[in-house]
T-cell receptor, first 111, second 115 residues
Framework: QQQVKQSPQSLIVQKGGIPIINCAYE??????FPWYQQFPGKGPALLIA?????SEKKEGRFTISFNKSAKQFSLHIMDSQPGDSATYFCAVGTSGSRLTFGEGTQLTVNP | DGGITQSPKYLFRKEGQNVTLSCEQN?????MYWYRQDPGQGLRLIYYSQIVNDFQKGDIAEGYSVSREKKESFPLTVTSAQKNPTAFYLCASRSGTGRFNTEAFFGQGTRLTVV
């Protein structure tokens, strides 16, 4: 059973656009929802994370929106730049336990 | 510098050969993980360990083995039973205690190729 479903698989936007990546989960026991960014040939790095007691979190140009009742969360990238071109993964987990990752979204930001 | 070190960066395996991937962390994290990444796919969990001398199978453990004799080290052995081992392998660690200490830190990966 897939614990987290991520969409879209790929996304192309123009510089300055606002790409949105979505994830949906099933298990209401999850209490930790991070997004990771990965560049080719590198390990993923934490971008931003949210807990279910808030509906939105912003860090710089990156925003997570969280809808607990719908069991969905999304990543918005404001004023996207070519340097944001990377693969983005959502994940679900609980404190101290395993993290389960989505299948990833390959984002391309054209100049 | 604190972090996770994976070695080697590139590894070539012959058919029927066992190989071991190294993962060392100096973050004093309790939990360590091994993920496999195939082109265009997400990260699939192979094994994880939340404490020394204990580990659990993830979603795709067949053909792999691990040990956790020291807190800092979590080596992964890809055995000859793993029929399709060519992939990018990622090691991660995570603090196992504290409500907010849940960020997972990743190494730079080992690319394993069967020749």
């Amino acid at each position: 059973q897939q614990q987290v479903k991520q969409s879209p698989q790929s996304l192309i936007v123009q510089k300055g656009g606002i790409p949105i990546i979505n994830c949906a989960y099933e298990n209401t026991a999850f209490d930790y929802f991070p997004w990771y960014q990965q560049f080719p040939g590198k390990g993923p790095a934490l971008l931003i994370a949210i807990r279910p007691d808030v509906s939105e979190k912003k860090e710089g140009r990156f925003t997570i929106s969280f809808n607990k009742s719908a069991k969905q969360f999304s990543l918005h990238i404001m004023d996207s730049q070519p340097g944001d071109s990377a693969t983005y993964f959502c994940a679900v987990g609980t404190s101290g336990s395993r993290l389960t990752f989505g299948e990833g979204t390959q984002l391309t930001v054209n100049p | 510098d604190g972090g996770i070190t994976q070695s080697p960066k590139y590894l070539f395996r012959k058919e029927g050969q066992n190989v071991t991937l190294s993962c060392e962390q100096n973050l004093n994290h309790d939990a360590m993980y091994w993920y496999r990444q195939d082109p265009g796919q997400g990260l699939r969990l192979i094994y994880y360990s939340q404490i020394v001398n204990d580990f659990q199978k993830g979603d795709i453990a067949e053909g792999y083995s691990v040990s956790r004799e020291k807190k800092e080290s979590f080596p992964l052995t890809v055995t000859s039973a793993q029929k399709n081992p060519t992939a990018f392998y990622l090691c991660a660690s995570r603090s196992g205690t504290g409500r907010f200490n849940t960020e997972a830190f990743f190494g730079q990966g080992t690319r394993l190729t069967v020749v």
